[in-house]
């Protein structure tokens, strides 16, 4: 084989599995011949078009949900760059030649990513093996017990797909009682004067179980008119991880209302957080914003630095103050503190690290991809802005983190 060169498009057709290429958009970009043969279509029926338009769930079954797996299952490897196998899906079929008519099928499917020299995913690979014929008593002249055994994995198999159904609607009432007292322990920007200079957008990860414990805050200070910006971020998942997040959040803003700088807010959260349970190893970077005066006194508790960028263009990542996480020291120590100043018109961005982490990618690509898009942007509102930054830096179907997001036009 080493003088001759492999074939690998005549491989990739006779693959004895079904395989498919899917773009990003997930659209079908090739099929194997197995997937042909098992579908029934033919490949201009199938390349080139959108993967729920072609195989649609079943709409005679309302617990029908092969397709949104599927579909969760791919968003997952864009977002993470990694393999996912799923569990056994149900899923119909609708044969081409028989509308109307849906065949019960049982599949087991892998997704797979490929990754270009830039190391984004160019292409899903979405490789499936039809199990029908395993779990399925369908009365073949195999003997009683080949028979019985066949009924039983079909019993079990219908008991598992029932189970799964059930912990996903369980999963999912978490996700959205979580989400809503997520969303109701954060501040609306309206309640501070300067509210008409900030956006503020909090997306939350992709998957039932993923509500993080990403927040935001934006409070009053006294003296002159000063405005303090926060963001921070809880480890964990769920309605415990929201609920420290809440603590934490008001914890500051309490103490940034009375404290002399930020440091000084972050030293009595770090000294509150180690009496909460779940706080471990939280951040935060909080900044006070003084418009008299021009300048920015910032302090960050393991957190990614905040953007400033200037009318030029030029984006400056303030990251002269930053320290350990909330609670990391037995014995809390003063946190270090910087200023800066800025030129009006100049934006503030503080980000938790959903929006620029990337699994397999060094945080300074992230850091650069953001900064890129704030300069490019800068021009406009922070409303437009917050949008815009979003669209380019999350993956299509969302991160497997939470994101919190705050722009102030300074």
Not at 371 to 395: G, H, K, S, W, Y
Request: a negative charge; one cysteine or more.
């Amino acid at each position: 084989m080493t003088d001759t060169a492999i074939d690998y498009e005549a491989v990739f057709q006779a693959f004895p599995g079904v395989v498919a290429l899917l773009t990003p958009d997930l659209v079908y970009a090739d099929v194997n011949e197995e997937f042909l043969r098992v579908v029934g279509r033919t490949r201009e029926q199938v390349v080139g078009g959108d993967l729920d338009d072609l195989f649609p769930d079943n709409p005679n079954d309302p617990r029908a949900s092969g397709m949104a797996n599927l579909k969760a299952s791919l968003y997952r490897v864009l977002a993470t760059g990694e393999r996912d196998t799923m569990a056994l899906q149900r899923y119909d079929v609708e044969p081409p030649d028989r509308p109307g008519h849906w065949e019960e099928r049982y599949w087991s499917l892998v997704n797979a990513p490929l990754t270009g020299p830039d190391g984004k995913v160019m292409l899903l690979v979405l490789r499936v093996e039809e199990v029908t014929e395993l779990i399925r008593a369908h009365g073949r002249p195999s003997g009683s017990r080949s028979r019985a055994l066949e009924a039983e994995l079909y019993t079990r198999a219908r008991e598992l797909q029932e189970l799964n159904d059930r912990l996903r609607q369980a999963h999912s009432r978490e996700r959205e009682v979580a989400l809503a007292l997520q969303e109701a322990m954060l501040p609306d920007r309206r309640q501070v004067r300067h509210h008409h200079r900030a956006a503020v957008r909090y997306r939350p990860a992709v998957g039932a179980l993923n509500v993080c414990g990403d927040w935001y805050d934006l409070v009053d200070l006294v003296g002159g008119h000063r405005v303090g910006v926060s963001v921070g971020d809880v480890v964990g998942h769920g309605l415990e991880a929201a609920g420290v997040m809440g603590q934490l959040r008001s914890a500051l803003s309490a103490a940034s209302r009375v404290a002399e700088g930020p440091a000084q807010a972050l030293d009595v959260l770090g000294r509150y957080a180690h009496v909460v349970d779940g706080a471990e190893s939280a951040t935060a970077v909080t900044t006070f914003i003084d418009f008299d005066r021009h300048t920015i006194t910032y302090s960050s508790a393991g957190h990614p630095p905040p953007v400033l960028v200037h009318p030029d263009g030029r984006a400056e990542l303030l990251d002269g103050a930053t320290d350990t996480p909330l609670d990391a020291r037995p014995d809390p120590i003063p946190r270090p503190q910087a200023d800066t100043s800025y030129t009006p018109g100049a934006t503030l961005v503080l980000y938790t690290d959903g929006l620029i982490e990337r699994r397999g990618e060094d945080i300074d690509t992230g850091l650069g991809r953001l900064a890129d898009a704030l300069a490019r942007n800068r021009d406009q509102d922070p409303e437009a802005l917050a949008d815009t930054v979003l669209l380019e830096l999350l993956p299509p179907g969302g991160a497997t983190d939470d994101t919190a997001l705050v722009i102030v036009r300074l």
